[in-house]
């Protein structure tokens, strides 16, 4: 049975004609066939994608879902280690317990106008263009969400009360390397050993890159200005309140993309200077 590539999300043949359709040059047949399947291409979702992770400091390293809707998520809430027993002696269960996260979406959105000129462009420099703007402001609303996200119509960000009990201080400008070397070893071994530090730049070369030469350690640099304490990547994020510090495996922070991205069109705004409005829309939860 021959499948109509028209209709189908991951062809390049409805890649075209969604990206016709936004341009507002698609003809009939494009037309119905975006309206049926209603989605974005699976060619240009990925690139959005890739953009986010490109572009935010934080999203790459945390745990990331796409399950549609509200969903739960069980957790350890109470674990006993494996355990070693002589030969022919039954062993004890263990008393492990789960618990549910669960992870509500809220709504992530972004709106773009562009120009005429950007409307005649060619099919290929169009997605280029509106996958790189909408991209980059959406990276920067999720990497704020995940330091600061107060949980209010938002997502509950690593500096949120309650979400990071184990906690401590230290004095700003007299910071010494014996307080980085409490930071590191104030968490479990399992978690250590794919912690990473987030700060922000101030904070990075103000205080802590000070208090490292005063024991004559220099910050390892690598390539593309990844920053590394100790064997730790440091990430910095100036969306981090001002003076802090969070260390630890960034893994068990979890982003749901309740709703995939989702592109739409309104040329009612722009009616006078020939431009068009964009917004892209998404629905995501995170613990």
């Given amino acids: 049975m021959e499948v109509n590539k028209m209709t189908d999300v991951n062809s ?5 004609a969604y990206l016709l359709s936004l341009q507002g040059k698609a003809n009939e047949e494009q037309r119905t066939a975006v309206s049926a399947a209603a989605v974005i291409p699976t060619i240009t979702l990925n690139k959005i994608y890739g953009k986010l992770e490109q572009n935010s400091v934080l999203f790459p390293h945390i745990s990331k879902s796409y399950l549609p809707g509200n969903v739960s998520i069980p957790v350890e809430n109470a674990k006993n280690d494996a355990a070693w027993v002589a030969m022919g002696t039954a062993a004890t269960d263990g008393a492990d317990s789960f618990a549910a996260v669960s992870l509500s979406a809220y709504k992530l959105i972004k709106t773009v106008e562009l120009g005429a000129d950007n409307l005649a462009a060619s099919i290929d420099a169009f997605e280029s263009f509106i996958v790189d703007a909408l991209a980059k402001k959406m990276a920067r609303a999720v990497d704020a ?49 794919n912690a990473k530090f987030v700060m922000p730049s101030a904070v ?84």
């Avoid at 390049?12 to 075209?16: D, G, K, L, S």
């Avoid at 949120?160 to 070893?185: E, L, P, Q, R, W």
């Avoid at 103000?206 to 690598?222: E, M, N, R, T």
């Fill in 12 to 16: 390049v043949e409805y890649r075209n």
């Fill in 204 to 287: 990075f070369f103000s205080d802590v890159v000070p208090a490292l030469a005063s024991k004559g350690i220099g910050v390892d640099v690598q390539l593309g200005l990844k920053y590394q304490i100790l064997g730790h990547e440091v990430l910095l994020d100036d969306n981090m309140t001002a003076d802090s510090i969070v260390f630890g495996d960034l893994s068990y922070y979890h982003w749901n993309f309740a709703q995939d991205i989702q592109i739409a069109r309104d040329n009612s705004v722009g009616f006078r200077t020939g431009s068009a409005v964009y917004r892209a829309m998404a629905l995501a939860a995170v613990s």
């Fill in 145 to 193: 969400a995940i330091c600061t996200g107060d949980g209010s119509s938002k997502a509950t960000g690593l500096l949120a009360s309650g979400v990071i009990t184990n906690t401590g201080t230290y004095t700003k400008a007299a910071m010494t390397f014996a307080d980085i070397v409490t930071i590191i070893g104030d968490i479990g071994s399992e978690y250590r050993k």
